[in-house]
């Protein structure tokens, strides 16, 4: 009990969040009725109503993995390259993920590798 006050503190749990409803409907919050219209359309509980659209808010905006580092440099292209060599000996690139190979004087179009040797 809070001296004086005549309220009763309540310590929430960490892993808890209180959710304070709108008056109103706006694009930015809703009513309980709300929530209980989307529940019941749902076929959920409030509960469970409120996760899944946590789960679509946040398959929608947050990344799955971290950033990259950004396009690779024509030293990493080599050393691609040159590892691809040493696994695949006489293989040749028919498509590729990449739109121009760095080290080639080819065409940029579509290839692929082969590991099939000619016969």
């Known amino acids: 009990m809070v001296p004086d006050s005549g309220y009763t503190l309540y310590i929430m749990r960490e892993d808890s ?3 304070r409803f709108r008056d109103k409907d706006t ?7 709300t929530l209980k219209s989307l529940a019941a359309a749902l076929g959920l ?13 946040a398959q929608r905006f947050v990344p799955r993995y971290p950033k990259d580092d ?7 292209y080599a050393h691609i390259e040159e590892a691809v060599r040493r696994q695949h000996g006489g293989a040749r690139v028919v498509e ?3 739109d121009e190979p760095v080290s080639s004087s080819e065409p940029s179009a579509p290839k692929r590798v082969s590991s099939a040797r000619p016969r």
């Open 17 to 19: 969040l209180l959710v």
């Open 27 to 33: 694009k930015d919050g809703v009513t309980r009725r």
């Open 45 to 57: 509980s409030e509960t469970e109503a409120v996760h899944r659209a946590l789960v679509e808010y």
């Open 70 to 76: 950004g396009a690779l440099s024509e030293k990493t």
């Open 96 to 98: 590729s993920l990449f």
